[in-house]
Nanobody
Framework: QVQLLEFGGGSVQPGGSRRLSCNVS????????MSWYRQAPGRERELVAR???????HYSHSVKGRFTISRENAANTVYLQMNSLQPADTAVYVC?????????????WGQGIQVTISA
């Protein structure tokens, strides 16, 4: 089975920074597209950032220029560096992994971690 373990949640003041980590227990990590989603009360789930297996990245408009997604393949870990945080960034952040394998689309979700931005 594949497990996604997220770290780095907590509280931060507006304008501050946090780094989230997601460790994935799969030998195929380097082949996986890794993403961070977030879910806030009253809002739809939002794709925050994605990094593909070739290193290409994608960001939502709401975080572009403030967040950076990266991966450390040797550690089976994806990161989300969050800068200039705003109260609107408050949400549960969820790690996601997906890949194509043997004609099937495989995807896995973490449990999610709370990130709260407030004074």
């Amino acid at each position: 089975q594949v497990q996604l373990l997220e770290f780095g949640g907590g509280s931060v003041q507006p304008g501050g920074s946090r780094r989230l980590s997601c460790n994935v227990s799969t030998i195929f990590f380097t082949m996986n597209s890794m993403s961070w989603y977030r879910q806030a009360p009253g809002r739809e789930r939002e794709l925050v950032a994605r990094i593909f297996s070739d290193g290409v990245t994608h960001y939502s408009h709401s975080v572009k220029g403030r967040f950076t997604i990266s991966r450390e393949n040797a550690a089976n870990t994806v990161y989300l560096q969050m800068n200039s945080l705003q109260p609107a960034d408050t949400a549960v952040y969820v790690c996601h992994s997906e890949r194509q394998w043997l004609g099937k689309r495989l995807e896995y979700w973490g449990q999610g971690i709370q990130v709260t931005i407030s004074a």
